[in-house]
């Protein structure tokens, strides 16, 4: 992980606050800015706006807050909300154990490098070992550098690749990455 030290915010400094139903607006707000800056050139700004839409309605919102065992958290750094990650509960099958997927980690592009990424990998890390998984498992665009050097510096590793039609024509090209806890 780089880690930028006049950049750095003080954990004392961040905190993770678990989404409630009148941060709704705020989560779509600083994910749009996040998504549409990140994913320019990586895959069609249709796509991304298909995707906020579909995974940020207030029905998919609602669906994730009230489940037991799916999670999303905004991220402030000196009271500012400036992140935020979801994870859930992936079952076992009786052969595989029970896993957390790291569903969503993001960080507004002035915050990055500072080392709060790893923070909020590090809490979800925490979640996995708490709720019994020893794993914990991503998906992240095959293009996406970025993120695939982030989570190999973490730790992770690619398992394998993976194309899923999320709908509307589009589909993600993907790999999977995994990490025991």
Not at 30 to 58: C, E, F, K, N, T
Not at 65 to 79: E, F, H, P, Q
Not at 151 to 175: H, K, N, S
Request: aromatic share 8%.
């Amino acid at each position: 992980m780089r880690l930028n030290p006049e950049r750095s915010v003080h954990p004392a400094n961040v905190t993770l606050t678990p989404l409630d139903e009148q941060q709704f607006g705020l989560l779509r707000e600083l994910a749009g800015v996040i998504w549409r800056q990140h994913y320019a050139g990586m895959i069609p700004a249709a796509q991304v706006d298909y995707m906020l839409a579909g995974r940020l309605s207030d029905e998919a919102l609602l669906q994730q807050t009230r489940a037991r065992d799916k999670w999303l958290w905004l991220m402030r750094a000196s009271g500012v909300c400036v992140g935020y990650c979801g994870h859930e509960l992936a079952p076992g099958d009786g052969v595989t154990p029970a896993a957390m997927k790291l569903g969503q980690l993001y960080v507004l592009p002035s915050h990055r490098g500072t080392g709060l990424g790893g923070f909020m990998l590090g809490h979800v890390e925490a979640q996995a070992r708490e709720h019994g998984s020893r794993l914990v498992f991503l998906q992240v665009n095959k293009r996406n550098t970025t993120a695939i050097g982030f989570y190999r510096a973490m730790g992770f590793q690619v398992v394998r690749e993976a194309v899923f039609d999320i709908g509307g024509g589009f589909v993600m090209d993907d790999y999977i990455m995994e990490k025991p806890v």
